[in-house]
T-cell receptor, first 113, second 113 residues
Framework: NAGVTQTPKFQVLKTGQSMTLQCAQD?????MSWYRQDPGMGLRLIHY???????DQGEVPNGYNVSRSTTEDFPLRLLSAAPSQTSVYFC????????????FGPGTRLLVL | KNQVEQSPQSLIILEGKNCTLQ??????????LRWYKQDTGRGPVSLTI?????NTKSNGRYTATLDADTKQSSLHITASQLSDSASYIC????????????FGKGTHLIIQP
């Protein structure tokens, strides 16, 4: 049981490049989400999904796309990277939206030059 | 706007000592309050989840309290260990919004030998 996995661990991009951050979970959780963590700020929700085929925007969705074709995978796409997207990105999953424990992945550190 | 404020921002204590971290929130409607531990370079890990009716919850040497009337919570760490060095994040879930979670900025705790 690997929990929540994320790849890559670290990535450097040039402005304008695109890339996909991968997230997978093996706990059969319906709910998955993407956050970014910046210095001096709390985690902010980018996009989330309540099940395969269902996604919705969070607090800071601009510049990011998501899709959820399977229960296990929830990739985050940067369409045209900007320096403002330099951050640490965390994927999380849970079995519900009430009092269920949220499990986080190890994070992807992204640097956009 | 829902807000979660944590204090202090950072704290240094000697190994073996106790400490208390504070969390004040203005989140409505309130559903539950969570404390996470985040080691450097890792994803957050859930410590406790408390609902409106719970005013204390323990997880080993960690004890969280909740006063829903004053909208305050605390996390007490007993007999600190070097492995307790981490950021501690208070998160409040409301009954509405995207995923309903509002994250505090965290308290950075350093345990010195």
């Amino acid at each position: 049981n690997a929990g929540v996995t994320q790849t890559p661990k670290f990535q450097v991009l040039k402005t304008g490049q695109s890339m996909t951050l991968q997230c997978a979970q093996d706990m059969n959780h319906e709910y998955m989400s993407w956050y970014r963590q910046d210095p001096g700020m709390g985690l902010r929700l980018i996009h989330y999904s309540v099940g395969a085929g269902i996604t919705d925007q969070g607090e800071v969705p601009n510049g990011y796309n998501v899709s959820r074709s399977t229960t296990e995978d929830f990739p985050l796409r940067l369409l045209s990277a900007a320096p403002s997207q330099t951050s640490v990105y965390f994927c999380a999953s849970s079995s519900g939206l009430a009092v269920e424990t949220q499990y986080f992945g190890p994070g992807t550190r992204l640097l956009v030059l | 706007k829902n807000q979660v404020e944590q204090s202090p921002q950072s704290l240094i204590i000697l190994e073996g000592k106790n400490c208390t971290l504070q969390c004040n929130y203005t989140v409505s409607p309130f559903s539950n309050l969570r404390w996470y531990k985040q080691d450097t370079g890792r994803g957050p890990v859930s410590l406790t989840i408390m609902t409106f009716s719970e005013n204390t919850k323990s997880n080993g040497r960690y004890t969280a309290t909740l006063d829903a009337d004053t909208k305050q919570s605390s996390l007490h760490i007993t007999a600190s260990q070097l492995s307790d060095s981490a950021s501690y994040i208070c998160v409040v879930r409301s009954g509405g919004g995207a995923d309903g979670l509002t994250f505090g900025k965290g308290t950075h705790l350093i345990i010195q030998p």
